[in-house]
C-alpha cells in the first residue's frame, strides 16, 4: 500500500507534545514502516515591533498534525488513540477511516515550509530518477547527482537538447518519478 499524507486534530497547543507521544508510539509498537513522517506545518514569520524586526515561527495550523502514513487498522487505531488526538481531518466518524491530502495539497504546505514531499532520507539518493514539479524546468525528469541538504537543494542531471546537463532546483520542487 502507498503512503499518503493525513490531518490530524489535536488540542490547541498540544501539537509538540502530540507528536512527541506519536513518535514514541510508532517506535515502541514497531510502526515504523506504516507511520513515517509526523509534521507540525509551521513557517516563518517576520515582525516588526516598536521598531524591533523579529523572526517568529508560527504555526500555520493550530490544533493541527500532519502525518504520512500507511492507512492500515493497526496505524489508524495507534494514531487515534494517541494522547491529545480528538481525530482525524476528512472521516465521517463511525468507524470510517479518513481521505488523505490531495497531492496538490500536501505540495503546497510543504513547500511554503520548505520542505519536499520525498523523505530525502530514504528516498533520495545519488542516481535515483525524479520529476521536477515546479520552477522552470516543471515537467521534466531527472537523475540525482549530488543532494545539499543545508541548503535543501539537489543537483539534477536532466536532458536538455538532447545532452545531458546538470540543473540545481530546491528540495520542494521535485517528486519521485
Known sequence: MDKQWYVVNTYSGHESKVKEKLEMRTESMGMQDYIHRIIIPEEKVVEVKDGVTKEKIKKMFPGYILVEMVMTDEAWYIVRNTPGVTGFIGSSGKGAKPTPLQP???????????ISRMDVNTELSEGAKVKIIAGPFQGMFGKVDSV?????KVNLLVDLFGQETSVEVELSQIENA
Not at 496538490?104 to 520548505?114: A, P, Q, S
Not at 545539499?148 to 535543501?152: A, E, F, S, Y
Open 104 to 114: 496538490y495539497e500536501v505540495d503546497k504546505i510543504l513547500g511554503n515550509m520548505g
Open 148 to 152: 545539499d541538504l543545508p541548503n535543501g
